[in-house]
Structures are given as C-alpha cells and as structure tokens.
C-alpha cells in the first residue's frame, strides 16, 4: 500500500523474519495542520519508533494543542469530556508534559472546564483539591496556579479558599509571588479569622504592611483586631504596627 512503509527485523532466534507496516512519517508531516490534528494522532503511534524524532514530536505536539483549543465545554458533561482528554492525550505520548505549547493549551482548556465540574462533588474541598491536582502537574506553565485562583476558583468561593494553591504559587515563585493581589488579599481574610498564611507574612511584609494595619482600624470586633495584630507578632516593633495595636494586648 501507498501510505504505508515496510519495516523488516531479523528475529533475535535463529534465522527467521518477521515483517511489520508502519505509518510513513512523511505522511504523517503531510497533515500537520489544525483542520488534521484527529487524523494526525490517529496514526501518530504506527509511525516506526525508530522515526519518532523531533519532526515526528512537533507534529504530534501541534495535532495535541488544536486538539485540546477546539474541545467544545459548554456544560457540566463537555466538562468532563474535555477534562478526560487532557489526561488522555499525554498517557499515549508522555513528551508533552515537557512542551510548553501543549502545557499552555492545557492550562487554557482547565480554565474553560474546571468551573464546570464544581458541583460533581458536594463536598466543598473536593473540588478545590481537584484544581490544585490540576495545577501540580504542570511545573512548566507560568502562574498557574495564580490564574486557576483567579479565574477559576475565585470566581465562586472567598479569597482565602485559595490558599492551597497560594501555597504553591510561593513555592514556585517565591517572593515574586507577592506582587500577585490576591495574595494580599488572601492573607488579610486569613489573618482576620486567626490564621496567618506564613509564605507570604514572611516574603511579602512591603506588600502587607500598609492593608495590615489599615485592616486593624477598620476591624469591627476586638477579637479580630487582636488576630490580626498576632499575625504581624514578627514586626510588632514596627511604629506603624504599634500603632495600630495600641492597647489591644490580650
């Protein structure tokens, strides 16, 4: 046939032969385009592995990309359909979890999917762990885990429910991870409810010293006044927290 490249291999064990057809990879070149990209990964795995080069990786990352850009999600099912697909396409080819246009595509898709699925599982947490899953597995990508917070989770829960990807954010990030507002904000829900989020009270005080203090003065309880002022115990010194913490020693 035409389409298709005869591979022969002698046999490890006598003198035998045994014949195998694989898929040309000139062929499989012909159809790198978007409109192509279904065909493409159809046959990409009947190209002879020893043909499975950089050529063959770049056209298989371009079919995988459009694949994911054109995946319908408009509701609840397509969600998951689109979700199920991201996971399927790097278990045939594990190559794309070290492409940054396939990652980039991923990231994308999540973002349209991930707001879909958030009542699959009544339990609140559950759905969270399963946009911090999805952000873990992609160390590549730039803020991730800050654009699934905003975009993503953000949209239908508090601040402070981000602060396990936050945690991730500082982890990648570091101090750049302060200039990120949702940080600030985050910080300042947690430190009101008496739970100071560390990575950033420790990296980010020129970011945190003016909301800080500003929120002491506009808290309407004592109780919450005297947490915030514990969250700032590092920088107790300091005369703007002096100030703000005045006369409020428990």
Sequence with gaps: MKHLALFSCVAL????????????????????????HREVLAHALEVAPSKRNDAWRGVVERAASAE???????????????????????????????STAWLSARADLGVKALPWVSQQNRERGAWQRRILEFAKKDAVTP???????????????IASTAYTLAELAFERDGAAACEWPTAIKMTLELAADGDPFKPALEKCWRQLAGPMTEAVGKAE?????????????THANEPAVKAACAGLEP
Excluded: I
């Design 221 to 233: 309880t004592r109780t919450a006044k005297l947490k915030l002022c514990a969250a700032m115990a």
């Design 68 to 98: 994911l850009a054109t995946a319908e999600v408009k509701d609840e099912a397509s969600a998951e359909r689109a979700l199920q697909l991201v996971e399927s396409q790097p278990e045939k080819f594990p190559f794309l979890w070290r």
């Design 143 to 157: 803020h991730l885990a800050q654009r699934l917070a905003d975009e993503v989770l953000l949209k239908q829960l």
């Design 13 to 36: 064990a006598g003198c035998a032969t045994s014949s195998t057809l694989f898929y040309p990879l000139d062929e499989l070149e012909a159809l790198d385009a978007p409109e192509n």
